[in-house]
C-alpha cells in the first residue's frame, strides 16, 4: 500500500507540473506573438511616416534597450502604435526627439504666419523651445479636438489623418444646420490664429472641430503659449529663442521639484510612513518622472496621486496606511477577518467630489461606500414616508466614512450572501472639496466572489482527498483512484487560477520592475 500511495503522489505530482509547465509556455508564446507584432506595428509606422536610415535604427534602438514593447504588452493593454507612443518611449533622448519634430514639422511651420519672414527654421534654439511646448497627441475617429461654444485653445501641426470643420447657422425659423467647412490633413496646420497677439484669451469657437480619422498631430495649447513672451519675436533672434528656452526648461524644472514635494506633502499628510513614501519617489524618479511634466498645474489629491502610474504593490500598500484603521471602525466588518480587510483595500478606487456635489439622495441605490480622505461632508437623515420632515444632521470628514449599507448586503451576519440593493435613506451632500475611496458594488461582489468560491473549492478539495483516502483497504481499481486523482489535480488549477491569478500578475509586473517576484504581504 505504501508503494501504491508513493506512485500516486507522484503520478499527482508529474501532472501538476505538466500542467503548469504547459500554463507557462502558453503565456510565453502569446507574449512573443504580441511583441513580435508590435514591433512589426513600429517598423510599418516608421516607413510609412518616412522616417528611415539612422534614424529609423535609433529609434528601434531606444525603444528595445528600455523594453518598451515588452512592458506595455506585459501590462495586458493593446497600445497603438502611433506618434504618442514613438515619443513617450524615446522621451529621455533628446537628440532624436528633435531630429522626430523636425522631420514632421518644420515645412508645416513655414507656412505658419508668424515664421513666413525668416530665412530658416534651422535653428536649434527656436526648434528646442517648440518641442518643449508642443506635445503629440492622438484622436480617434469622429471624436472632437474642438466643440462650438467652447474655447478655441489649440493648434495643432496634423502629421497623420484629417480633421473637418462645420459651422451651426441658425435660421429664422429657429432650425439649426450645419454648413461645412475647411478641412486639414497631414502636414497641414490647424488653428495658427492661436499666435496671434489678439488671441491671448482663447476665443470661444465658433464651429465644430472633428475627425474624419483617426488623426496624429503635435498640438501647442493656450496654456503651453503663456509660458512664452513674444514668440513672434523669437522665432526671429536664435539669442531670444535660446534665453526662453532656459526659462521655460528652469520654469519646468522648478515646477516638477514643486510637484514631487506636494507629493511628499499628502503622503506624509495621510500617514504614509516614511520607508513608503521614499519608495514612491523612487519609483517617480526611476519610470514615471514625465508623467508629472504632462500637468504641472494639477491639484495633488488621492486622484492625481493614482495616475501617475507608481507600480501596483506601492498603490496597495498605501490604501492599506490610509485606510485599514477607517474599514475596521466599520460596524458590519468588525468581526471579519483581517485579510478579508487586505482584499477590500486592494479594491478601492480613488475618486474626487467637488462642494456641493451629491453623494447619495434618499431612496437612492448605493453603489459606494465611502472612506473620506479630506473635506467634509454632510449627512442629513430622510423620511419618504413623511413629507417635509428633516432628522438630524451630521457632518463627517478625514477618517470617516458614508454608505456602509452596501456592505450590508454582502456581509449580513458575516456570513455570504444575496440580498436585495441598499437604499439610502439620507441625503449626503459634500461641503467642501472631498477625496476618497470608494468600495464600489461591483469593488464588494470581487471581495466576496474570491472568498465565497476559495472556501467552496477547499470544501471540495478536502472531500475529494477523503475519498482517495477511504479506498484504502478496498478493492477500488487503480483507474478509479486516477480519475479522482485527476478531478483532484483539475480543482487545485482551478484554485490556482481563481485564486492565484492576480497574485501571479504582480509578481510578472513587479519582475518587470527589477523587484523579486513575490506578491506583498497581506
Not at 512589426?40 to 534602438?61: F, M, P
Not at 449626503?428 to 476618497?436: G, L, N, P, Q, Y
Amino acid at each position: 500500500m505504501y508503494i501504491q500511495s508513493e506512485s500516486i503522489k507522484a503520478l499527482e505530482d508529474q501532472k501538476t507540473r505538466a500542467l503548469e509547465d504547459q500554463k507557462t509556455r502558453a503565456l510565453e508564446e502569446d507574449q512573443k506573438t504580441k511583441i513580435n507584432a508590435k514591433y512589426q506595428d513600429l517598423d510599418t509606422w516608421l516607413s510609412r511616416n518616412g522616417i528611415h536610415g539612422e534614424a529609423k535604427t535609433e529609434v528601434v534602438k531606444i525603444i528595445k534597450q528600455n523594453n518598451v514593447v515588452e512592458t506595455k504588452c506585459g501590462d495586458g493593454g493593446d497600445v497603438a502604435v502611433d506618434l504618442v507612443f514613438v515619443f513617450n518611449a524615446i522621451k529621455v533622448c533628446h537628440n532624436i526627439k528633435l531630429k522626430l519634430f523636425e522631420h514632421f514639422c518644420r515645412n508645416a511651420l513655414e507656412k505658419v504666419t508668424i515664421f513666413q519672414h525668416r530665412p530658416s527654421l534651422e535653428n536649434y534654439q527656436l526648434e528646442s523651445l517648440l518641442l518643449e511646448v508642443f506635445d503629440p497627441v492622438s484622436y480617434e475617429k469622429d471624436s472632437y479636438v474642438i466643440q462650438e461654444g467652447k474655447p478655441d485653445d489649440k493648434m495643432l501641426i496634423i502629421t497623420d489623418g484629417e480633421i473637418t470643420c462645420t459651422y451651426k447657422i441658425s435660421s429664422a425659423a429657429s432650425t439649426n444646420s450645419m454648413i461645412p467647412g475647411p478641412c486639414f490633413k497631414k502636414g497641414e496646420v490647424y488653428g495658427q490664429e492661436l499666435l496671434s497677439k489678439d488671441h491671448v484669451i482663447p476665443k470661444l469657437s465658433t464651429r465644430d472641430v472633428k475627425c474624419k480619422t483617426k488623426v496624429e498631430a503635435f498640438a501647442l495649447t493656450a496654456d503651453k503659449l503663456k509660458n512664452i513672451d513674444d514668440l513672434e519675436n523669437i522665432s526671429h533672434d536664435p539669442e531670444k529663442a535660446n534665453k526662453a528656452y532656459r526659462v521655460l526648461t528652469t520654469t519646468r524644472s522648478e515646477k516638477m521639484d514643486r510637484k514631487e514635494k506636494e507629493i511628499m506633502e499628502w503622503l506624509s499628510g495621510n500617514g504614509v510612513p516614511d520607508d513608503l513614501q521614499t519608495s514612491v519617489m523612487k519609483h517617480i524618479e526611476a519610470n514615471h518622472r514625465h508623467v508629472l511634466g504632462k500637468n504641472l498645474d494639477a491639484e495633488v489629491d488621492v486622484k492625481y496621486l493614482f495616475s501617475i502610474g507608481v507600480s501596483w504593490d506601492i498603490e496597495y500598500h498605501i490604501k492599506k496606511h490610509v485606510c485599514m484603521r477607517t474599514l475596521s471602525k466599520v460596524p458590519v466588518l468588525e468581526w471579519v477577518d483581517e485579510n478579508v480587510l487586505h482584499r477590500i483595500c486592494m479594491s478601492l478606487e480613488p475618486m474626487i467630489f467637488q462642494i456641493n456635489d451629491v453623494v447619495f439622495r434618499p431612496d437612492d441605490e448605493i453603489h459606494w461606500m465611502l472612506i473620506i480622505v479630506e473635506g467634509e461632508i454632510e449627512l442629513t437623515e430622510w423620511s419618504a414616508h413623511v413629507p417635509a420632515w428633516r432628522g438630524s444632521v451630521k457632518r463627517v470628514n478625514k477618517g470617516y466614512f458614508c454608505g456602509e449599507e452596501l456592505l450590508i448586503s454582502a456581509f449580513p451576519d458575516s456570513s455570504i450572501s444575496r440580498t436585495p440593493p441598499a437604499i439610502s435613506n439620507k441625503y449626503v451632500r459634500c461641503c467642501t472639496k472631498v477625496e476618497a475611496f470608494a468600495l464600489t458594488k461591483e469593488g464588494v461582489e470581487s471581495v466576496v466572489t474570491y472568498y465565497r468560491d476559495g472556501i467552496n473549492k477547499f470544501e471540495q478539495l478536502e472531500n475529494g482527498r477523503c475519498g482517495v483516502v477511504d479506498t484504502k483497504g478496498a478493492s477500488t481499481s487503480t483507474t478509479t483512484i486516477e480519475q479522482r486523482l485527476d478531478y483532484l489535480i483539475h480543482l487545485q488549477s482551478d484554485m490556482f487560477q481563481q485564486q492565484g491569478r492576480r497574485m501571479d500578475e504582480i509578481a510578472a509586473f513587479l519582475a518587470r520592475l527589477g523587484y523579486p517576484c513575490t506578491p506583498p504581504a497581506v
